[in-house]
């Protein structure tokens, strides 16, 4: 199992994590607003995510972390 960590107050909400999301659950939330001031990225389903760390290799500010979870 994945477990997907966004460092809401970290991420600028760049949206280059949702652009190389293989299986489109990465996205950019627009309901949320971080400490700084930006929609910050999230993962609509977890279930979904494969551990491929796309949008971790891509993140520029080191926003997100897949964990695996056993």
Do not use: Q, W
């Amino acid at each position: 199992m994945i477990h997907i960590v966004f460092f809401e107050d970290i991420c600028k909400g760049c949206g280059l994590c949702t652009s190389v999301c293989p299986e489109g659950i990465v996205s950019i939330n627009k309901d949320r607003i971080n400490a700084s001031g930006y929609n910050p990225a999230g993962v609509t389903d977890e279930t979904k995510c494969t551990g491929c760390a796309f949008c971790a290799r891509i993140c520029p500010d080191i926003a997100i972390r897949i964990e695996k979870v056993s």
